[in-house]
């Protein structure tokens, strides 16, 4: 059974500062995606990552991917207020069926204050 | 890309009672899935709705329970029967991207709140 383990789960932090949030899984995957998603709305995508050494960058939030590790980062730069979210990584494992699903970190919800 | 609505946004229902939910997406596509999300939780996947099939289920998830149906290649139902305030929770559609392109990240709709009393 896929596991996703991320951590922190809360994260409070000042503006300006900079921080990684880590999101291990338990076996193989081909996909990792990170999630944001603000208090009372659904979730908006932030990166598709799918291969070994893979790194985005968005603002002031970069993702990377290490396979062999099975461990992705999100790293925040010089973080602002409009940063504060909950970020899920979730990874996908294939069923039965033919079709894929995504299982999810528990997430970290990030606070961002002055 | 593509862009997904839920109808009802959130309700409040009596316990006992059943509620459905619908998801429509602006595009065909072929797979649908609907995931739970409980209070302060992560996300937990109910069940994959393929178009013309029967929905698979998860573990912890029954058919009886989460009854599902997928007319077509744009809408799905997902019926929370039977409720008790344990299902008190956001549920989610979502779809994948287009498959050929492994970019393409899965989409999430704007989720049904549902409390339960």
């Known amino acids: 059974e896929l596991k996703v383990e991320q951590n922190p789960l809360f994260l409070s932090m000042q503006e300006g500062k900079n921080y990684t949030i880590y999101c291990n899984y338990s076996t193989t995957s081909d996909r990792l995606y990170w999630y944001r998603q603000d208090p009372g709305k659904s979730l908006e995508s932030l990166f598709v990552?799918?291969?070994?050494?893979a790194v985005k960058q968005e603002g002031r939030l970069m993702a990377s991917l290490d396979t062999k590790a099975r461990l992705s980062t999100l790293h925040i730069t010089a973080a602002v207020h409009d940063l504060s979210a909950t970020y899920f990584c979730?990874?996908?494992?294939?069923?039965?069926?033919?079709?894929?699903?995504?299982?999810f970190g528990k997430g970290t919800k990030l606070s961002v204050i002055p | 890309s593509a862009v997904i609505s839920q109808k009802p946004s959130r309700d409040i229902c009596q316990r006992g009672t059943s509620l459905t939910i619908q998801c429509q997406v602006d595009?065909?596509?072929?797979?649908m899935f609907w995931y739970r999300q409980q209070p302060g939780q992560s996300l937990t996947l109910i069940a994959t709705a393929n178009q013309g099939s029967e929905a698979t289920y998860e573990s912890g998830f029954v058919i009886d329970k989460f009854p599902i149906s997928r007319p077509n290649l744009t809408f799905s139902t997902l019926t929370v029967s039977n409720m008790s305030p344990e299902d008190s929770s956001i549920y989610l559609c979502?779809?994948?991207?287009?498959?050929?392109?492994?970019?393409?990240?899965?989409?999430f709709g704007p989720g049904t709140r549902l409390l339960v009393l």
């Open positions: 979730a990874v996908t494992s294939y069923s039965g069926a033919g079709s894929y699903q995504l299982t």
């Open positions: 979502s779809v994948e991207g287009e498959p050929s392109a492994k970019q393409e990240t899965q989409y």
């Open positions: 595009s065909q596509v072929t797979m």
């Open positions: 990552l799918l291969s070994n050494g």
